[in-house]
C-alpha cells in the first residue's frame, strides 16, 4: 500500500519567516495530495491540495508543489502568523487496492509561530 | 462546522468493555470513513463504507467492526477494549469515491479514553 514520509516532525519559526513542510510518497499510482490543518483539540481541515496533473498551485499565502518524478510533495507557508501554529499532515491518495482511493496520512508536523 | 457529525464526544470506560461510536455524514455524502488518532500518531485508516456496503479495509483490528446504515450514518464497534485502543477516532465524509474522492469533511472526533 501507500506509504507518505513527512519531514520535519516539529517546526519553529519567528513570525514572518517561511515555513517549509516536506513529504514523500511511495505509490507512483497516486494522484491527488491534500494538505490538512488540525488546530489542537480540533478536527483536521484541508488548506490546499493538488493533483498529479499540476506541479504547483497557490492559495494567497500558501503553496504546494508536487515532483512526481521524486514523487515528493512540499507545502509552503510565507509570511507566517501565530494562526498558522497548528499540526499540518499531507496525504496521497491513489487506486490502492480496488481503486479506493482512500487518503495516506504522513505523521504530521507541528508548526510553532513566535510572535 | 463540517456538517459531519460525531457522538459521544467523550468517553471513558474500562478495559474489556465494547463502546459504539456513531457519525452522521454532511447531507448528500454518501460515502464514510474511520480513522484512528492516538498520540504523536498521524491518521491511521481504519474503514471505508459506501452507500451501505463496506469499501475498503485498513488497519482495523478483528476486535473493530463497522457499518453504515440506509440513512448514511455509520457506527464504528469496538470491544475487548484494551488501553491501547486510548485514541481520537475521527469519522469523515466525502461527496465522490475513488478516483474523485476529493476532500475529506471531518467530524469534531470521539476521544476514547479506556483505563
Known amino acids: 500500500g501507500e506509504n507518505v514520509e513527512q519531514h520535519p516532525s516539529t517546526l519553529s519559526v519567528q513570525e514572518g519567516d517561511s515555513a517549509v513542510i516536506k513529504c514523500t510518497y511511495s505509490?507512483?499510482?497516486?494522484?491527488?495530495f491534500p494538505w490538512y490543518k488540525q488546530e489542537l483539540g480540533k478536527r483536521p481541515q484541508l488548506i490546499i491540495d493538488?493533483?498529479?496533473?499540476?506541479g504547483e498551485k497557490k492559495d494567497q499565502r500558501i503553496a504546494v508543489t508536487l515532483n512526481k518524478t521524486a514523487k515528493h510533495f512540499s507545502l509552503h507557508i510565507t509570511e507566517t502568523q501565530p494562526e498558522d501554529s497548528a499540526v499540518y499532515f499531507c496525504?496521497?491518495?491513489?487506486?490502492?487496492?480496488?481503486?479506493?482511493?482512500?487518503?495516506?496520512f504522513g505523521r504530521g508536523t507541528s508548526l510553532i509561530v513566535h510572535p | 462546522d463540517s456538517g459531519v457529525t460525531q457522538t459521544p464526544k467523550h468517553l471513558i470506560t474500562a478495559t474489556g468493555q465494547r463502546v459504539t461510536l456513531r457519525c452522521s455524514p454532511r447531507?448528500?455524502?454518501?460515502?464514510v470513513y474511520w480513522y484512528q488518532q492516538s498520540l504523536d500518531q498521524g491518521l491511521q485508516f481504519l474503514i471505508q463504507y459506501y452507500n451501505g456496503e463496506e469499501r475498503a479495509k485498513g488497519n482495523i483490528l478483528e476486535r473493530f467492526s463497522a457499518q453504515q446504515f440506509p440513512d448514511l450514518h455509520s457506527e464504528l464497534n469496538l470491544s475487548s477494549l484494551e488501553l491501547g485502543d486510548s485514541a481520537l477516532y475521527f469519522c469523515a465524509s466525502s461527496v465522490g469515491v475513488g478516483r474523485n474522492t476529493g476532500e475529506l469533511f471531518f467530524g469534531e472526533g470521539s476521544r476514547l479514553t479506556v483505563l
Open positions: 493538488i493533483r498529479s496533473n499540476v
Open positions: 447531507s448528500g455524502d454518501l460515502s
Open positions: 505509490d507512483s499510482a497516486s494522484n491527488y
Open positions: 496525504a496521497a491518495s491513489g487506486p490502492g487496492t480496488g481503486g479506493s482511493y482512500i487518503p495516506t
